[in-house]
């Protein structure tokens, strides 16, 4: 009776986790309130902001948010395919988007995910480490 009790626990624990929400994995963020769950969900202290970032190279204005510290612009787009279009303007190193050059204060890092373009410029791991685990590998930049 007690290898029943036993085994009936193990089976209830393997179920309650198996049934507990995950963090989005890459490829699941589509739009700017997923990306701001899987931040949260890794763990990450996301700080949101009413402020706007405008980049000339781009048809939408970003809006600025900060994880651990780190500020992101996150620009979101009315569909899919108009984001993929702008992304593709990004050259690899992310030194030009389009006919724009552009010089950074610190290493570009772009991501393309569902409807967004995330913009991180600086070099911090961690951020770097949480981004990549949210948002998957790079688009363009360092």
Known sequence: MNRFLVLLAFSLAALVIGCAPQPPSPGQVEDFDSLAAALEARGAT?????????????SVSGRLISINGANLQVFE??????????????????????????????????????????????????????????????????
Do not use: C, N
């Open 77 to 142: 787009y009315g569909d899919e395919s108009t984001a993929r279009a702008e992304a593709a303007q990004i050259s690899p190193g992310g030194s030009t988007v389009g006919t724009t050059m552009i010089t950074w204060v610190d290493t570009p890092h772009f991501w393309l995910a569902g409807k967004l373009i995330v913009l991180y410029v600086g070099d911090d791991s961690a951020a770097l480490a949480t981004l990549e685990a949210v948002l998957g590998t790079q688009t363009a930049g360092g």
């Open 46 to 58: 996301v700080l949101f902001t009413e402020l706007e970032v405008q980049q000339p190279f781009f």
